[in-house]
């Protein structure tokens, strides 16, 4: 009698985890690549997960689940895990930690006081912490200048120049002090007549102003550019493309 227990057992244990055949519908939703396929489903190492033995391009990937398909565990880069809903395509980690790291109304309002100059007169109000060197930045600038041109948004801008690029500060000082405002974020702004006048277009409340501006991106968690911080105090991170700004700045209709 316990040898058939046991023997009833082990499908019930192989029921924890999606059939492959789940697995890889739901993949193949998350992941539209034709050639993908889940060669087996296995209950992982650690308990509540199941493995996932993926081909795609002739080379085997381990992915793990939940127990129910749905959620997905995906590493980058960095080696930072987050967890996906396959069913949402929601990244449920970065959701959190835009939570975790939103500003408060207090905060958001206390960027005023480093705001070095505004484009457009209406519209939401978004604060850019930039910097007039950084290549990123440049290709997201034109999208928030054609927003604020519809009047879409108000962007207040920061200037965050970051130490490796050698006349950054130079220039963001200079942008402060002789009030250059937008044109002076565009690369082609500062050709060889300008760059020669740039120690001349110095001056003590643009130093300030900017050294502020430095501290104020270490104090609210600013660690590069572009980074934009919406109204309701919620970080957005790099050069995006403008549906995906759109949505992420609230903008979407």
């Known amino acids: 009698m316990r040898k058939k227990l046991a023997?009833?057992?082990?499908?019930?244990?192989?029921?924890?985890c999606p059939a492959p055949q789940q697995a890889e519908k739901a993949l193949k939703e998350f992941f539209p690549v034709a050639d993908l396929k889940v060669e087996a489903v296995n209950e992982a190492p650690v308990k509540g997960l199941c493995?996932?033995?993926?081909s795609l391009g002739g080379e085997k990937f381990v992915l793990y689940s939940d127990q129910s398909g749905r959620y997905l565990l995906l590493g980058d880069r960095s080696g930072l895990v987050s967890v996906y809903d396959l069913k949402t395509k929601e990244n449920l980690t970065q959701k959190r930690l835009e939570e975790l790291n939103r500003?408060?109304?207090?905060?958001?309002?206390?960027?005023?006081?480093y705001v070095a100059f505004t484009y457009g007169n209406r519209g939401k109000v978004v604060y850019l912490f930039t910097d007039p060197e950084c290549p990123y930045c440049q290709r997201l600038e034109p999208t928030l200048k054609k927003l604020a041109d519809e009047g879409k948004v108000q962007v207040k801008v920061i200037l965050y120049p970051l130490p490796?690029?050698?006349?950054?500060?130079?220039?963001?000082?200079?942008?402060?002090c002789q009030n250059i405002g937008w044109e002076g974020l565009r690369a082609d702004y500062w050709t060889e007549e300008?760059?020669?006048k740039l120690d001349q277009w110095q001056c003590p409340?643009?130093?300030?102003?900017?050294?502020k501006s430095l501290e104020a991106a270490k104090k609210y968690g600013v660690r590069g550019t572009p980074t934009m911080i919406t109204e309701e105090g919620k970080k957005v991170v790099g050069a995006l493309p403008e549906p995906v700004l759109k949505k992420e700045l609230g903008l979407e209709e």
């Open 7 to 16: 023997l009833l057992a082990l499908p019930l244990a192989a029921l924890a």
């Open 51 to 54: 493995e996932v033995v993926v």
């Open 103 to 113: 500003l408060s109304q207090k905060q958001v309002h206390e960027l005023d006081r």
């Open 164 to 176: 490796f690029h050698p006349h950054a500060k130079e220039k963001s000082v200079a942008i402060v």
């Open 194 to 196: 300008r760059m020669k």
């Open 205 to 211: 409340e643009g130093e300030k102003l900017v050294e």
